[in-house]
């Protein structure tokens, strides 16, 4: 460990009230009061870190100072992207600034020029603490007005939204690395969590808090890297002060730092994950009232080290710099210390890769950044908007009030279906969460045993000796098992491409032998040995009308059994199908009967015969539909009191395999691999027979199918592929395929990704394979958005274009980037429009699409000239349509 002093860092000899470190590691701001106002310097912090470089008169130690601010400035923040400096003060102002190259601009010592961008107002007091949230979405500000004002950072000085609730002056502010809450502190000793979905509070914790006496002049808190802690300024434990510990899980208090002896002004967290004595564990830093500074390793029941005679004054705030290395820390007596650690001391950071593979044991899935090791490669992101929307989603899929679940955090119940980068390639996905529920025949219950592969890291763990959820503490709780059980029925119906895509990856992710343990139907009479052979080498021509030959099978046919009766639930109803219910002279019955479910006996209040045993079978309150082993199809409608038939019996060309029912729409898959589907409300045939057997391989099913909006009809079948028939085309469109290499080479997780766009592949030590990996995933993501715009689903479209450019901004050129940019601008010298450009693509509008590439394109450095120029185009044109419009 090495402690620097440098006696240049001063506001000449003023307070300094905050100091920030650059996520790039080569500058850093400190903030406070100047000589009539309040000031904020930007320094080169190789001058403090290397002699030789401070000792340089060629190299300036100070970049930038701006004296904008009318009053002192206590907090100084970098945007994680590093694009941008947030300052607060007791002028009540929020001013954010950039880096410009423009000669004149405000600010002295002109080695930098950074210019005052936006200033926002909105507080009624002095702003004590700034925080900016993952991905710099959102900046929020807090004050003594006991307020806290988030601002959207896309469109300063646009409100999003005014936190109030505190009853005291609010003196810290940290968002949670994750994306879902952020964390306040404030003076009428409270810690509030607030939910970042609708900015409602998650909690209040007021008990470690309650003795505090006295106050302090900021209450800086802080969120471990892998956001399962907050640690809090200023409480209170038996008497002495403490920075507590509040733990994510429950939101227990369970844990702090002692050793203080007066109050705790600021804590801040190492934003790396570190391993030391083969334990992870996390840094914190911690400074206080009594002038000294303590640093704690989460793995150890005693700091680190403590520093003392540092400072004449209190400490008010704390930075590290982002490879962990290198901590700063500022008091009002006007200096600035760091301190140099070496990994020795603290520990090994863990590797990206390393860092998602934990992130999984902790959320189900991962949550590395998409930065691809950019300047923000330590922040974990996930967009608020689809955490709520997963929330909600989950709500829906939580088992009825009489099974029970363990219950946990509801981010420790997402199910994986992403693979982990550090399982093999050649591993199939598999759900590793959830334990599948089947019925068989006779209506039991049967709990199907899900197989979870172990990943690297698990592999060098015992079993057993790690909790469920891993923990940096060494003292933390064992969190509750994340295995759930998800009902499944013998039919799953999906209306929607986004849907259906996840029942797909859920469904290829399970291994051949749990498939056929798990199959919703009993095993049928197989094919001989000629017929399999005529099914593989089958054509490709689908016959309407039933043969008089054997039928080629191509897909295996059900049958329900005859053990006992099947029942399926049909609204106030279930139907009961009984096959060989009595035999006669002429041959054997099946039965089929509607029992009302609320009805003490099981008269049936309707019942009809058939002549063949029922194979598959789909119904709901309106419908119920039963395919026998002779090859007809039956429909009945139950709108009214007696249920009648709403089709005559249809021969198919082949015994049914497959029935979905879906609102109006029957889908019929057969035995040869044909599909048919009916509007059954107007009886009419809505998709002629269609051929599928040239997609199909040996001992395959089909798990589902389905119409989609636009009335193009979607197969899954159980290798894991999904096809959309493309009328347009006249052809079956690829639109998943769980086996295919590029698909798996490039990191695609599955035919559409629900929260966010794929990240690009994870780093390989080749250089040659991490470019063919590159190469996968954008061959595999240019197919998407070709297969999505001939299919003409505008939303998916939308989605694979925006992740497709995303990954060429890691991964690509600038003249890919161009192509995409240009076709999106259109011409911007002149207001008419060529014929050959239009302005829409699948109804939606280019320079929206334009507008969201420029926000991704803004975050990256490295494309700041472009961004510049397009956005410069984009902002002209607008202009321009806008003069033209008005005359």
């Known amino acids: 460990m090495r402690i620097v002093k440098p006696s240049w860092v001063n506001h000449d000899e003023k307070p300094i009230f905050s100091v920030d470190i650059h996520p790039t590691g080569k500058r850093f701001a400190t903030g406070g009061q100047g000589g009539d106002s309040g000031r904020v310097v930007v320094w080169n912090l190789n001058s403090v870190l290397y002699e030789e470089v401070e000792i340089d008169p060629n190299v300036p130690k100070m970049l930038c100072q701006m004296d904008n601010h009318l009053a002192c400035v206590n907090c100084v923040r970098w945007s994680n992207g590093g694009r941008y400096l947030a300052s607060g003060g007791d002028d009540r102002l929020v001013m954010v600034w950039g880096l410009s190259v423009v000669a004149g601009a405000a600010g002295k010592h002109k080695a930098e020029t950074w210019r005052c961008l936006n200033t926002l107002r909105g507080h009624a007091g002095d702003v004590l603490d700034l925080a900016w949230s993952p991905l710099d979405k959102w900046l929020a500000s807090c004050s003594v007005d006991n307020t806290i004002i988030i601002w959207n950072a896309e469109k300063f000085p646009e409100m999003v939204s005014v936190l109030n609730g505190h009853t005291g002056l609010v003196k810290g502010v940290a968002w949670d690395p994750v994306g879902k809450y952020l964390a306040s502190q404030s003076d009428d000793k409270s810690l509030r969590i607030w939910k970042t979905a609708d900015w409602t509070p998650e909690t209040i914790i007021t008990e470690p808090f309650e003795e505090c006496g006295g106050t302090t002049h900021v209450l800086r808190l802080s969120w471990s890297p892998d956001g399962q802690y907050v640690l809090s300024a200023h409480a209170m434990n038996g008497g002495g002060p403490t920075a507590q510990v ?16 007066k109050a705790v002004t600021c804590a801040r967290f190492n934003s790396n994950i570190f391993v030391k004595e083969g334990k992870k564990c996390c840094c914190a830093a911690v400074g206080s009232r009594d002038r000294t500074l303590s640093i704690w390793l989460t793995s150890l029941k005693r700091p680190l080290v403590v520093v003392h005679e540092m400072f004449s004054d209190s ?20 200096t600035v210390v760091c301190i140099q650690f070496t990994n020795k001391e603290i520990g090994t950071p863990l590797t990206i890769e390393e860092k998602n593979s934990f992130y999984e044991k902790i959320y189900g899935k991962c949550l590395a950044n998409e930065s691809g090791g950019d300047l923000s490669s330590n922040l974990l992101v996930e967009c608020p908007e689809i955490l709520l929307a997963r929330e909600k989603q989950e709500a829906k899929k939580e088992l009825p009030k009489d099974e029970s679940t363990p219950k946990s955090d509801k981010t420790q119940l997402k199910p994986v279906l992403t693979p982990s980068p550090t399982v093999s390639r050649d591993t199939p996905l598999r759900p590793m969460d959830r334990q599948i529920e089947t019925r068989t025949s006779d209506g039991k219950r049967r709990i199907t045993p899900v197989f979870i592969p172990l990943t690297s890291v ?9 909790p469920a959820t891993e923990s940096c503490f060494s003292t933390s709780s064992q969190s509750k098992s994340r295995i759930r059980v998800e009902r499944r029925d013998d039919i799953v119906i999906h209306p929607n491409v986004s849907n259906h895509a996840t029942a797909a990856k859920t469904d290829t992710g399970l291994d051949q032998r749990l498939r056929k343990r798990t199959a919703s139907a009993l095993p049928g009479p197989k094919a001989d040995e000629l017929q399999v052979k005529r099914a593989c080498a089958g054509g490709t021509a689908a016959s309407s009308a039933p043969s008089d030959s054997v039928p080629t099978l191509a897909l295996p046919a059900p049958a329900l059994g005859t053990a006992g009766p099947v029942v399926r639930a049909a609204g106030a109803l279930r139907l009961q199908v009984v096959n060989k219910a009595c035999t006669t002279y002429y041959g054997t019955l099946s039965r089929l009967e509607l029992i009302p479910n609320n009805s003490a006996s099981n008269d049936p209040v309707w019942e009809t015969y058939l002549g063949s045993p029922v194979t598959s079978l789909a119904c709901d309150a309106r419908w119920a539909c039963v395919a026998c082993a002779d090859g007809s199809l039956h429909v009945w409608t139950l709108a009214r009191a007696d249920a009648h038939r709403a089709l005559p019996p249809i021969a198919l060309s082949s015994q049914a395999a497959k029935l979905t029912l879906s609102g109006d729409t029957l889908a019929v898959v057969t035995t040869s691999a044909t599909l048919t589907i009916w509007d059954l409300a107007n009886a009419t045939c809505v998709i002629r027979p269609l051929c599928f057997r040239n997609l199909l391989s040996p001992g395959v099913t089909v798990t589902s199918c389905s119409l989609l909006e636009d009335g193009n009809p979607m197969i899954s079948i159980s290798n894991g592929k999904s096809f959309i028939y493309c009328k347009k085309l006249c052809a079956w469109v690829v639109w998943s395929d769980a086996g295919d290499p590029v698909r798996r080479a490039g990191g695609g997780a599955g035919p559409r990704a629900p929260t966010r766009a794929p990240r690009p592949p994870p780093a390989v030590p080749t250089p040659g394979r991490a470019k063919a990996l590159a190469g996968a995933a954008r061959s595999w993501l240019e197919a998407q958005v070709c297969a999505c715009l001939h299919l003409r689903l505008a939303s998916d479209y939308r989605h694979w274009l925006t992740a497709l450019f995303e990954h060429l901004l890691h991964h690509g050129t600038e003249e890919q980037l161009r192509n995409i940019l240009d076709d999106m601008l259109g011409p911007s010298h002149c207001t008419s429009t060529p014929k050959k450009w239009q302005n829409t693509i699948l109804g939606i509008k280019k320079h929206d699409l334009l507008e969201e590439m420029l926000s991704l394109l803004v975050r990256q450095l490295r494309w700041q000239r472009l961004y510049t120029e397009y956005h410069d185009q984009l902002a002209s044109f607008a202009q321009t349509s806008s003069m033209v419009n008005g005359h």
Do not use: M, P, T, Y
């Not at 509040?246 to 002896?261: I, L, P, S, T």
């Not at 930075?319 to 290395?325: F, P, T, V």
């Not at 901590?327 to 006007?334: I, M």
């Open 315 to 334: 400490l008010l705030d704390l930075s590290w710099s982002s490879d962990g290395l290198n901590l700063l820390a500022c008091s009002s007596d006007g």
């Open 458 to 466: 698990d592999a060098n763990e015992s079993l057993g000796s790690q």
């Open 246 to 261: 509040v733990e994510r899980e429950g939101w227990r208090c369970d844990k702090d730092f002692v050793g203080h002896r």
